[in-house]
T-cell receptor, first 117, second 124 residues
Framework: DARVTQTPRHKVTEMGQEVTMRCQPI?????VFWYRQTMMQGLELLAY????????DSGMPKDRFSAEMPDATLATLKIQPSEPRDSAVYFC???????????????FGSGTQLSVL | AQTVTQSQPEMSVQEAETVTLSCTYD???????LFWYKQPPSRQMILVIR??????QNATENRFSVNFQKAAKSFSLKISDSQLGDAAMYFC?????????????????????FGGGTRLMVKP
């Protein structure tokens, strides 16, 4: 089965350290999303790519977060410097380019659980 | 801006019984999609069921069905013959279709807006 792969699955780090989370979207999917899940805020969209171009990153704190797609098989989300409030589960999701009436789905990875001490 | 509301933080159902999870949404769009996702303890987000707003017929997937009330902006999920494996967080989600190559202001094509989730417990 095709799946979205995220690494690492868990990450514990100290405040101030750089954190890099990676995502391998499903081959052929050209839209990629990063979501953050916390108990307080639920699922929040951080960034959205289409054909590797960032289309919407309004949900992402720009001063410390950055998202890139260096190629079609890799999306990265970096936090530098990390803070305790960044502790959350970060999900990557991918899907085919959407059009009206297409039978689309969005496929999620298993997430990276980040703990910043 | 579109919002999705799940008013039930927790629900409980007896095994083999039926349970309904509520979801309401706010939008000015006429064409959109609605989804229910399941998140078990493994954290994996699993698509349960999908509804297209232009279809009047309620979607069904085996034991899962929806009651889509477009005028009321309501999209509830009914789980019949509940099983222990149904225990999970359930998220209602909304998105608008985006014409190829264009980005819609406020909700870029394929971007899902999620509700806060409902934790479903299944009692043996």
């Amino acid at each position: 089965d095709a799946r979205v792969t995220q690494t690492p699955r868990h990450k514990v780090t100290e405040m101030g350290q750089e954190v890099t989370m990676r995502c391998q979207p499903i081959l052929g999917h050209n839209t990629v999303f990063w979501y953050r899940q916390t108990m307080m805020q639920g699922l929040e969209l951080l960034a959205y790519f289409r054909n590797r171009a960032p289309l919407d990153d309004s949900g992402m704190p720009k001063d410390r977060f950055s998202a890139e797609m260096p190629d079609a098989t890799l999306a990265t989300l970096k936090i530098q410097p990390s803070e305790p409030r960044d502790s959350a589960v970060y999900f990557c999701a991918s899907g085919p380019l959407q059009g009206r009436g297409t039978n689309e789905k969005l496929f999620f990875g298993s997430g990276t659980q980040l703990s910043v001490l | 801006a579109q919002t999705v509301t799940q008013s039930q933080p927790e629900m409980s159902v007896q095994e083999a019984e039926t349970v309904t999870l509520s979801c309401t949404y706010d939008t000015s769009e006429s064409d959109y999609y609605l989804f229910w996702y399941k998140q078990p303890p493994s954290r994996q987000m699993i698509l349960v069921i999908r509804q297209e707003a232009y279809k009047q017929q309620n979607a069904t997937e085996n034991r899962f069905s929806v009651n889509f009330q477009k005028a009321a902006k309501s999209f509830s999920l009914k789980i019949s013959d509940s099983q222990l494996g149904d225990a999970a967080m359930y998220f209602c989600a909304y998105r608008t279709p985006c014409p190829s190559g264009l980005r819609k202001t406020g909700n870029a094509g394929n971007m899902l807006t999620f509700g806060g989730g409902t934790r479903l417990m299944v009692k043996p």
